[in-house]
């Protein structure tokens, strides 16, 4: 088994590239990981699936990613690199073998390793297929937003606060609208859609002392 030493990593459920990093994420300082490159195909499903990789896999990876904590050295139970000739992911899995997070690598740390790859042989990796991961098509700073503005909302609807929701509709449309009803559908449609203007009428709904 090959390993790669020194680097960081942030698991996640979803994969996040490396500029949406935030200094809040539990960002793992790795002091020692296993690597093993495989095909494009296989990267690729590792990377966009949740997959159930092979029993003898998981046995020969088991404990063998140490990581720097503030009490010592302590150790992922299942993790492990892949790496293609120009992409790396880290996944953790769970003991059943299932890939439960995922972690994308800093530019400088991923280039690094790239030169160190192309030395290694393809490792005949068997797995199979479990779930698709949900295809975002917004940022993680859009999905933030996402969130609070359904959250704002929902609020807003609780406390029957009509004349905010109207006039964020009004600013939203260019237009007003008198059935409550459909000020929820339509906002709702509009948030994925452009929810850095809506975040932004909501903030100023607040200057202006519309409040909940």
């Given at each position: 088994?090959?390993?790669?030493?020194?680097?960081?990593?942030?698991?996640?459920?979803?994969?996040?590239?490396?500029?949406?990093?935030?200094?809040?994420?539990?960002?793992?300082?790795?002091?020692?990981?296993?690597?093993?490159?495989?095909?494009?195909?296989?990267?690729?499903?590792?990377?966009?699936?949740?997959?159930?990789?092979?029993?003898?896999?998981?046995?020969?990876?088991?404990?063998?990613?140490?990581?720097?904590?503030?009490?010592?050295?302590?150790?992922?139970?299942?993790?492990?690199?892949?790496?293609?000739?120009?992409?790396?992911?880290?996944?953790?899995?769970?003991?059943?073998?299932?890939?439960?997070?995922?972690?994308?690598?800093?530019?400088?740390?991923?280039?690094?390793?790239?030169?160190?790859?192309?030395?290694?042989?393809?490792?005949?990796?068997?797995?199979?297929?479990?779930?698709?991961?949900?295809?975002y098509l917004v940022t993680r700073e859009e999905e933030s937003m996402i969130n609070f503005i359904k959250r704002e909302i929902s609020s807003i609807s609780k406390s029957?606060?009509?004349?905010?929701?109207?006039?964020?509709?009004?600013?939203?449309?260019?237009?007003?609208?008198?059935?409550?009803?459909?000020?929820?559908?339509?906002?709702?449609?509009?948030?994925?859609?452009?929810?850095?203007?809506?975040?932004?009428?909501?903030?100023?709904?607040?200057?202006?002392?519309?409040?909940?």
């Open positions: 088994m090959k390993y790669i030493y020194d680097i960081i990593l942030n698991f996640n459920e979803r994969l996040y590239e490396f500029y949406e990093w935030k200094d809040t994420d539990n960002i793992e300082y790795i002091k020692k990981i296993p690597i093993v490159k495989v095909t494009d195909k296989v990267f690729s499903d590792l990377k966009n699936n949740e997959v159930i990789v092979e029993e003898k896999f998981i046995k020969e990876i088991y404990n063998r990613c140490e990581v720097y904590t503030d009490y010592g050295i302590e150790r992922i139970n299942y993790a492990c690199l892949f790496c293609v000739d120009d992409g790396v992911i880290a996944l953790e899995f769970n003991g059943n073998g299932k890939s439960i997070y995922i972690s994308d690598m800093c530019i400088d740390e991923m280039i690094d390793i790239l030169e160190y790859v192309r030395k290694l042989t393809v490792y005949d990796l068997d797995y199979k297929l479990s779930i698709m991961h949900q295809k029957e606060n009509i004349d905010k929701l109207r006039y964020i509709y009004y600013e939203c449309f260019n237009r007003k609208e008198e059935n409550v009803s459909k000020i929820f559908l339509d906002l709702d449609e509009y948030i994925s859609e452009n929810p850095s203007k809506l975040f932004n009428l909501l903030m100023l709904s607040y200057s202006k002392g519309l409040q909940k």
